[in-house]
């Protein structure tokens, strides 16, 4: 009796075994896809988290910005002030 794995293979086992491979490339490429997806979020929520930080750390440095420039303006406005002042006589 001849053994089952020296038997030439026929169209029929050839088209199934096409089509398991078809079915195990479209599971593949699912998985692929859905890693994709979740790097793709993973590199978002980096960068919101980046921008967050980043945004806080400017708003920083406007606020104090705004600060200076205001008292600046008060200190200029003095001095012109005095620099426009007609002397006593």
Known sequence: MP?????????????ALQAGLEAADARLET??????RDMQ????RGLERFAR???ARLHTLDTAGAA???RLAALEERVLALETRTPPR
């Open 68 to 70: 200076a420039n205001e």
């Open 41 to 44: 979020t993973e590199i978002l």
């Open 31 to 36: 998985r692929l896809l859905e890693a994709m």
């Open 53 to 55: 930080g980043n945004f």
């Open 3 to 15: 053994d089952e794995q020296q038997q030439p293979a026929t169209k029929a086992d050839l088209q």
